[in-house]
């Protein structure tokens, strides 16, 4: 196997890891959500005036699958929407009170894992870091070429498949 096929393998692989052995901790904390959900009550909250759009965009999802999602977090109390005075056409979203508890929930659990793996991280030095940061925003660039190429627009696209 060459070295390039290493890599893919070991990051998939250390992925599944991940989410595997999260993956206990995540549902007992934040029970009844899925993962899409949590992802999008994280990005509600980081990012000022979420719309359809900026969520498609942040969560690599289609416009039609995150109308559905907010859709379910609206009726869910999760999530509100909210027009801005001088933009009547735009919907935003922000989290309600039951939303943020999610959203702190997350954190929390985020952060321990942080510290569990905390040990590794610090044997890691600047350059080691400074390569694998390089490494991964120059696969980034070549990706978000590729999806270009590939016309798979997902500000346009609105099949939820």
Partial sequence: MNKQDQVML????LFNKLAWINKGKMEEGLKGCKPSEVHC???IEKNADSNVTKLAESLYMTKGAISKLTKKLTDRGLIESY?????????YFRLTEQGRTIFHIHEELHNGFRM?????FEQVTGEQYDSMLSFIEKYSRHLDGEIKKQGLDIHTSDSSG
């Fill in 10 to 13: 070991q990051f998939r692989d």
């Fill in 41 to 43: 009550i994280e990005c």
């Fill in 83 to 91: 027009q801005k005075p001088e933009n009547k056409k735009e919907v």
């Fill in 116 to 120: 569990r793996d905390q040990a590794v």
